[in-house]
């Protein structure tokens, strides 16, 4: 089969399409055919190197939708089934940006029955990070949450994931962003380049534009941010209580946010397909920046 891979790090041109052996399922796995599988910023890092490595192979991708074509003995999933799975990691030799992968059986999820797979493929790592980022908030229903980089894929579906709990979501996004976070639920509009408030406005913030101490400054004193990069978690002043999220696969979450999809409460949001043959070019294209919405691999 054929996986995008780096085996140098560097740019997007260090991107290879290779030939690399189909994997077999263990005894608690799936291997996934896949259908389509979503570029995010993380597999433009990882090409980079930021997180290190030794040379070799690094495998690329962690979400996917297609069918599951082999289970190992104690899957609970059947050949056939239409699925979404999350693979985490930043050094496996094959993500899923490849033509099959294999997952854990708990990892998985049905497919959303009213998007197709591309939009599909969109879901699992975005609305993860959201959900658990916005878990570590612990905010309950009337408080206040300012989410930044609410136009991206992670901070829309926090926008939406907030606002459906009854929390009052600001939107911070760039200006000509506004009219798109207050159609995902955003109750307030905050443009990018205006200036904190000395005292802080909200209860919490979910700090999606990895903003740091920036967003941290629009929080209350006592208040709490969830970053969604660990190692860029500022540290805590004014008794905020400062967490980050390390997104992990969970079926069953994963499962919640599909009927979420399936119930038009989380919107779906596809820029550009690519083909896996043209996995470089969509390299390429998310390092020029300005993509609302998701890059999507087509093997």
Do not use: C
Not at 178 to 197: H, I, K, Q, T
């Amino acid at each position: 089969m054929r996986a995008a891979v780096v085996r140098s790090f560097g740019g997007p041109e260090a991107v290879e399409v290779v030939p690399v052996d189909v994997p077999e399922p263990d005894a608690r796995q799936v291997r996934i055919k896949v259908a389509a599988a979503t570029l995010n910023p993380v597999d433009a890092i990882t090409r980079e190197g930021v997180f290190g490595g030794e040379g070799g192979q690094t495998g690329l991708g962690w979400d996917v939708a297609g069918t599951v074509e082999a289970v190992g003995a104690d899957a609970a999933w059947s050949v056939g089934d239409e699925v979404v799975a999350l693979q985490p990691g930043m050094a496996k030799p094959v993500g899923t940006h490849a033509e099959y992968v294999v997952v854990d059986t708990d990892a998985v999820a049905a497919a959303p029955a009213t998007a197709d797979a591309v939009a599909a493929s969109t879901l699992p790592l975005n609305a993860l990070t959201a959900a658990q980022a916005l878990d570590l908030l612990e905010l309950t229903p009337g408080r206040s949450l300012l989410v930044t980089g609410a136009a991206g894929a992670v901070g829309g579906f926090a926008v939406q994931l907030a606002a459906h709990r009854g929390i009052e979501v600001t939107a911070l996004a760039r200006q000509d962003d506004e009219e798109l976070v207050r159609s995902l639920g955003a109750a307030g509009f905050v443009a990018a380049d205006s200036e904190p408030a000395a005292d802080g406005s909200y209860d919490a913030v979910l700090d999606a534009a990895v903003l740091g101490e920036a967003a941290l400054a629009r929080v209350r004193d006592g208040g709490a941010y969830a970053g969604v990069i660990p190692p860029a978690r500022p540290a805590s002043v004014r008794g905020v209580r400062t967490t980050a999220v390390q997104v992990g696969a969970d079926g069953a979450r994963l499962a919640e946010l599909v009927r979420l999809v399936d119930e038009g409460v989380l919107t779906l949001r596809v820029a550009e397909t690519f083909a896996l043959d043209d996995a470089a070019k969509a390299h390429a294209r998310l390092a020029e920046g300005g993509v609302r919405g998701r890059l999507v691999l087509v093997p």
